[in-house]
């Protein structure tokens, strides 16, 4: 009976100790995801930037031969 509770404890500690792994690998991605998002966004607001700084240099709109496509 003592073996055996030990055996459910320590198959208990592995589940935990997986779980935790998951956990931990989750909150990794998410975090790896969350800094290219960050890097992307700086890029664009870099590029959103530039095209302001045209527009302000030249008085107006910067134009494009297909609008639609934008």
Known sequence: ?????EKLEK???A???RAKNKVAQVHRVA??????IEA???KEIVKAEEVAAKCRA???????RFPFFS
């Open 31 to 36: 975090e790896e995801q969350r800094a290219l």
């Open 1 to 5: 009976m003592v073996e055996c509770q």
């Open 58 to 64: 030249f008085g107006g709109r910067p134009t494009r």
């Open 11 to 13: 198959e208990k500690a």
């Open 40 to 42: 992307n966004h700086g």
């Open 15 to 17: 589940c935990v100790e």
